[in-house]
């Protein structure tokens, strides 16, 4: 791991950034918390770090559990919002944006939030992830970032950019771009290995314990909070993995507020009663398993056999009860993007799969159950995760396959171990749940089917900065998403998007299980506010008060 000096850091600027072992601050000074109640929240605990460079999981969770914030937020209507920027102004051509920083704002220590702070965090991301192996969020696969200043009398950064970029409020929104103080702990400047379990930041919550053993831990209400009164003094957030366990929890007044009951009959329940407030939203999400064209599943006959034996249909309404919704295109249908005009050459045909292997020579020799490949019979590794009903998927594709001659053998595990597993490329499907428009369009999205003409995007150990984990390479699909980035034409991008989801249909370059339906629900006697937010990286906040 490459050590930087602190001293070097506050000289430079991104190519002097912070040492990539200075992870992050690991104790959060917070005065006297403000009066208030406690809320118990249960929820899916993705990540043992709230280090927006970590890795994804972990940035998001800064961010969900009102710890962390960023320049922007979104609004659900998909509009852009400042939060801890208040101005800005753009060079006609786009390639220079200049950020004023709001006035006032402190860390939850008491450090001043101002410009040369901001610069610092975000300086420190794109350097770590750049620099250091222990970090794997991808910051510059999002923003081609040539360089990040401070004026400190103007209160501005200014980001340029390589390219020009149709609008960086939204893509800022993100929440690896999310600021904390670099400078917070001063008792260890050299922080040596892994990851902390803690950041300071400028959210209305700042962590006071978490147990990376349980993945649960407690927070005090940010005193020095910019943007009003912090409604809870104490928060306690519970890890829970099984849904049922979930709205047993709430049932039962062990918590108070819980995200995203997945089970039917469970969800049923808590609608019919008016104890409980649920809120639901058709999300930004898709649920899906990547498809890893680095091994069995290159072949094209067994990957079109592989999508035409899977029923989305049933295991969407059925299977899963209505927590997702059908779909042709990798993108919900909610959105702009015209999925009605996208074609499914291999929709559900069970017999047809089978015939399209027979003819491939996809056969199974030796009687056992199960048909070769290459002399070698066929067992997909699939990895999966308990949430959002991601293993119920696996598990019904698994029965569907293995009725046709396909061993699938299912490795349910805990999201920071797949996400590793999906990186190292130990994997032929791999699920996954996104939201898909997370900078305001689908530009990082779709980036994970990106290879680059050169190869850039294509990710390894000596390309961390790389997002296309599943070895996808298409010069068609290449060529088109080139053309979206560098077109600032709206109607011309939306166009592009249909078609590049249609390459990736034509190629069945992905296994879409459908299109996800978020929900948050609340103890209504006790939690007003509670509203699952169309961006569900926004959790805890503000609105969620405690009733009267």
Not at 40 to 50: A, D, E, I, L, R
Not at 342 to 360: F, G, H, K, Q
Not at 439 to 464: E, K
Not at 528 to 533: H, K
Request: overall charge negative; hydrophobic content about 40%; charged content about 20%.
């Amino acid at each position: 791991m490459k050590k930087i000096s602190r001293r070097d850091f506050l000289r430079g600027s991104a190519a002097a950034a912070l040492s990539a072992a200075m992870a992050v601050s690991v104790s959060p000074v917070v005065t006297e918390a403000a009066s208030g109640d406690t809320l118990n929240f249960g929820c899916y605990v993705y990540s043992t770090s709230f280090d927006p460079a970590a890795y994804q999981n972990a940035a998001w969770q800064g961010v969900r559990w009102g710890i962390t914030e960023c320049l922007f937020k979104f609004n659900d209507d998909m509009s852009v919002e400042p939060l801890l920027c208040d101005t800005y102004e753009v060079s006609d051509d786009k390639m220079t944006w200049t950020f004023h920083i709001r006035d006032g704002v402190l860390f939850s220590n008491g450090d001043v939030c101002d410009a040369q702070a901001v610069a610092d965090s975000l300086n420190r991301l794109f350097y770590v992830c750049a620099n250091s192996d222990d970090y794997s969020s991808t910051p510059a696969g999002y923003i081609d970032m040539a360089s990040i200043e401070a004026d400190t009398d103007a209160n501005t950064v200014t980001i340029v950019t390589n390219t020009a970029v149709a609008d960086l409020t939204a893509t800022l929104c993100f929440p690896f771009y999310s600021i904390i103080d670099v400078y917070g702990d001063t008792t260890d400047a050299d922080h040596a290995g892994g990851y902390a379990t803690s950041v300071i930041a400028t959210g209305p919550y700042a962590l006071s314990s978490f147990d990376a053993t349980t993945k649960s831990g407690s927070m005090v209400a940010n005193e020095n909070y910019w943007n009003g009164e912090v409604p809870y003094s104490t928060v306690n957030v519970t890890f829970i993995e099984d849904d049922s366990t979930k709205a047993l929890s709430l049932m039962s007044g062990l918590i108070d507020l819980t995200e995203n009951v997945t089970t039917s009959s469970d969800l049923a329940t808590l609608e019919a009663s008016d104890a409980y407030y649920v809120s639901k939203s058709s999300s930004l999400r898709s649920g899906f398993a990547y498809i890893n064209f680095d091994g069995v599943l290159a072949n094209d006959a067994l990957r079109q056999a592989v999508r035409m034996a899977i029923d989305s249909e049933t295991m969407c309404n059925i299977t899963v009860g209505g927590m997702y919704t059908t779909g042709v295109g990798i993108l919900p249908s909610s959105l702009i993007y015209e999925d009605e005009n996208l074609d499914n050459p291999y929709a559900y045909d069970m017999d047809a799969a089978v015939a399209l292997l027979d003819e491939a020579g996809i056969v199974d020799s030796d009687g056992d159950g199960i048909r070769e490949l290459d002399g070698e019979p066929i067992n997909l590794t699939y990895i999966t995760y308990n949430n959002r009903c991601l293993s119920d998927f696996a598990q019904a594709i698994q029965v569907s396959l293995t009725s046709i001659g396909i061993g699938v053998s299912v490795n349910s595990t805990d999201s920071d171990t797949e996400w590793m597993l999906m990186q190292a490329g130990e994997y032929d499907l791999c699920d996954s749940n996104w939201t898909t428009v997370g900078t305001g369009d689908p530009t990082a999205f779709l980036l994970n089917w990106y290879g680059g003409t050169d190869g850039s995007n294509a990710y390894s150990s000596d390309n961390p900065d790389g997002t296309n984990y599943c070895n996808y390479d298409s010069d068609e699909f290449d060529a088109l998403y080139e053309q979206f980035t560098a077109s600032t034409d709206t109607d011309e991008r939306n166009a592009l998007v249909v078609e590049m989801e249609q390459v990736l249909v034509n190629d069945v370059a992905v296994l879409l299980h459908g299109y996800y339906n978020s929900t948050m629900i609340s103890n209504a006697s006790k939690v007003t506010g509670a509203e699952i937010a169309t961006f569900d990286y926004y959790w805890l906040n503000t609105d969620i008060k405690p009733v009267g």
